[in-house]
Each structure stands twice: as C-alpha cells, then as structure tokens.
C-alpha cells in the first residue's frame, strides 16, 4: 500500500484575509489544479516556469504530485494563472471552463502544435541517411539500433528546442520505440538507389541491416538538429541491441504510453536523469 502525501499550506492574514489556516489538500490534487489552470490559460510548462522563476522539471513535479509547492510560489502561481487562493484551497474548486472564445482558441492552437507531429518524409530520409553514413558500418547497427538512434534523435530535439525534428510519429513495441511508415519509406528509398537492405547473422542471431547508397543532404539539417542526432550517435551507437532496448524501456516517453500506442512527445518533459538532454542544474527534484 501507499499513502498519498498531503501538505498543509499556512497562509500570512495579510494575504487573503478569508482562507482557513488548516485547509489539507494532496499534492496530487494542488498539481492537478495547477495543470488545470495553466492549460486553460494555454501556457506551456516552459511559460509557466519561468514566469514563477523555477525549473520546468520542478513544475512538471509539481503538476504530477510528487514535489510540494510553498506559500511564495503559490502566490506567484496566483497572479500568473490568475486565480484566488480562497477558491483555490476550496474543496468544490475546479479550473473554469468558461473563458472567452480567443483564450480558448489560442490553448487549441498551441495544443494541435505540441501534440500532432507532422512526418517531413525528405527530413526524416536525410536524418535516416546521415545516421547510417555515420553508424552503417557498426557491425551492432542493425534495426534495432537503428530504430532506437531515430527515436532519441527526434524526442532529445524535442525536448530541447520544443518543435519536431523529423515530425514520425512512434509506437510503443515490446523491443522499445518503433517510427511509424518506416517500413515504406524505406522501401521508397531502396527502390530509388538510396539504400541497401542486408540480411546478416550477429552473435548467432539474425540481423538486417541497412547500408547508404547515397549521401545525406546536410543542407536540409540546421547545426542545432546535427548537433543532438551526432550527440545520441556518440553517446549509443556502439550499443548493443538489447543494451539500447533496455535503455529505451527506461525513458519516461515509452514507460508511460500503453503497449501499442503512439508515444506521445510531450511526455519528455517528465524526464529524469540521466535521460533528460536539458541542462537544469541543481533545481532538478528529486522524487
């Protein structure tokens, strides 16, 4: 069994004159409120913590229930979110549904943008190309790998610079992550002369792997996009399939999706080290 932890804010009268002194919520209810009110103002985690001048992992901490928050940063959270502490700490209170028509629009807006990646098929031939140009001749690059490079490629972009590398889209598999349409893409790029397709056995088990016929378009990757694809090259190239795959398994974006489903992007936000590519210093929280 577990117990949910509760915390006990205690409020200076001259702040709100009308709270009660011993009102108990949950951190799991205060981060759920906090969510709430911060999507219907269509702010971004990232808005939202450094308007309140913290991290965006303590937010995210804060948002899952498993950091408390303190009566200063609470005020801060009032004023930016807009809400009164008496029916903030009420225990009927819930975030209002009822804003005007542009804060809504522009939380669907921002929303679409976050949450729907869009498949640029030439960047992800030329990232899929690259890769291979630096990793093909590995004899441990099979697909495996290869998926696994894809992956942390696109969701470590994502992470850092909040827009979509690639824009594939990936399913939760029991090897690990899986990009969407690969097999077609690559199909596509095999029957144009780009690609290879080899059929090998690698420590007695079968292996395909995939060998550049033609070199990657480096003009269609910004510096920053070939900065964090050569970053997860260093870092996990000379891995082992099942190395990689047991590493993947750990990452916050495929322990929670369910098996089978796309993996949603927004989910790298709840990283923790060592897999988080942010630099968040000492306000990282410990759970």
Not at 67 to 84: A, N, P, W
Not at 157 to 170: C, I, P, R, V
């Amino acid at each position: 069994m577990f117990c949910i932890q509760t915390i006990i804010i205690f409020v200076p009268l001259n702040i709100e004159t009308h709270i009660d002194m011993n009102i108990k919520l949950s951190q799991k209810q205060i981060g759920k409120r906090i969510t709430g009110l911060r999507k219907m103002k269509g702010l971004s985690q990232e808005d939202l913590a450094k308007s309140v001048k913290i991290s965006r992992p303590s937010l995210a901490q804060i948002e899952l229930g498993n950091r408390s928050v303190d009566i200063l940063e609470l005020q801060k959270l009032s004023l930016i979110l807009e809400f009164s502490l008496d029916d903030f700490m009420s225990k009927d209170f819930s975030a209002s549904q009822e804003v005007e028509d542009k804060e809504e629009i522009k939380a669907k807006k921002q929303e679409e943008r976050i949450s729907v990646p869009a498949l640029h098929i030439r960047k992800f031939k030329n990232v899929l190309l690259y890769i291979l140009e630096r990793c093909a001749g590995k004899p441990n690059v099979g697909e495996t790998v290869l998926y696994k490079l894809l992956y942390f490629s696109d969701f470590n972009y994502y992470e850092l610079y909040e827009e979509h590398l690639t824009g594939a889209k990936y399913r939760k598999l029991p090897f690990g992550p899986v990009p969407q349409k690969l097999d077609t893409i690559i199909d596509q790029m095999i029957k144009k002369g780009q690609l290879q397709r080899v059929k090998t056995v690698f420590h007695g088990y079968p292996q395909t792997r995939y060998l550049p016929l033609e070199k990657a378009d480096l003009t269609e990757l910004r510096a920053s996009e070939k900065e964090i694809i050569d970053r997860v090259i260093e870092q996990m190239s000379d891995w082992s399939a099942a190395a990689i795959s047991n590493y993947s398994h750990k990452d916050m974006p495929w322990l929670a999706s369910k098996e089978g489903e796309e993996i949603n992007y927004e989910l790298v936000f709840y990283r923790d080290a060592p897999f988080s590519v942010r630099n968040y210093g000492d306000e990282i929280e410990a759970q």
